[in-house]
């Protein structure tokens, strides 16, 4: 399983940002998390495999969308109305179990990251 981000960016407060996910190897429950320097990594948002529920986190609530099109194998994080904090490198992820899908320890495998950075 490989998973690829992409779409980061540096975009200035309030403005948006898509980022990608393909992934290869299988189609897979898929999560959002974002590490900001001298932070843990922190859940943003999760959708499961047919795209029938998503998960997000308070901070993503009516700002961002996850979404999926499984014919291309890729899942989408569409970012609005962008902060400084949401200023961070962001990593999807693919879970297999049916664990929590917004605990980082439920996922199984991990994309490389893609920075974003939002200015004030």
């Known amino acids: 399983v490989q998973l690829q981000a992409s779409g980061g960016g540096l975009v200035q407060a309030g403005g948006s940002l898509r980022l990608s996910c393909a992934a290869s190897?299988?189609?897979?429950?898929m999560g959002w998390f974002r590490q900001a320097p001298g932070k843990e990594r922190e859940f943003v948002a999760a959708?499961?495999?047919?795209?029938?529920?998503?998960y997000y986190a308070d901070s993503a609530k009516g700002r961002f969308t996850i979404s999926r099109d499984n014919a291309k194998n890729t899942v989408y994080l569409q970012m609005s109305s962008l902060k400084p904090e949401d200023t961070a490198v962001y990593y999807c992820?693919?879970?297999?179990?049916?664990?929590?899908?917004?605990?980082?320890?439920?996922?199984?495998?991990w994309g490389q990251g893609t920075e974003v950075t939002v200015s004030s």
């Open positions: 190897g299988g189609t897979f429950s």
């Open positions: 959708i499961r495999r047919n795209g029938g529920n998503t």
């Open positions: 992820a693919a879970r297999l179990s049916g664990l929590s899908p917004t605990r980082a320890n439920a996922y199984d495998y």
